[in-house]
DNA sequence: CGTCTGCGTAAGCCATGGCTTACATGTTAG
DNA sequence: CTAACATGTAAGCCATGGCTTACGCAGACG
């Protein structure tokens, strides 16, 4: 159930937008937290949620950490839509095949 | 911001529930209610939430109300995923450039 | 070895939102 | 036309979770 992590991850605007930061360029809490409106543990609580589900992940580099996206959690994300496309289709070749049939 | 929307949507468990039986064929709210642990009134809320993020389609017939998949929201998720996709992997090229430049 | 910086964590506050019960609306059947 | 069913909506309750302040801890640097 990673791609439930991930919905969950991303469906924060907050935390969605330190996602995005970190996508543009590794950074640390401190200067992912210097250009959005929130404080600094905030960035921290966040970026621990991003890490469950795969979406980053911490690069202790002395006494910074610095973070970077990770692809599996939107790789997982993308199989669950993958899957549910593909039901989608077969249900709705299924009703066309019905509605034929009953005419 | 639609992808906003489908996020949120997607990111609640019932709601991904009611619209995983709408993917595999179109459903009334009753009949889908009956199908899950919460109440008619929930899922109602609920779909009129996949609705507003562009995932399900009401199709009314008669005094029933037969919703299906829509195909508009997971596409723009899939949009917003590949730009976030692209986003990193210009980084991540920026990022082996310059190290190659340092080294 | 003390100090300062960068982070993570704990406790607490408060808004968001998901759920239920009760009610209103509209459509079909008799 | 009335009765019954399918659905949407309102009000209220309560848990989840996002944010802040305060604190603890590890690594660099004089």
Redo the contacts between chains.
Sequence with gaps: MAY?DV??A??D?TR?AV??VV????ASVTDIAAGLPVSRPAVSQHLKVLEAANLVHAIPQGRTRLYA?Q?DG?NA??EW?DG??D??LK??A??IARRTKKD
């Design positions: 439930a919905l969950t991303l469906a605007p969605r996602f995005e996508c543009r360029h590794p996206v692809p939107l994300l993308r839509m549910v496309w039901v989608a249900a709705y299924a009703e």
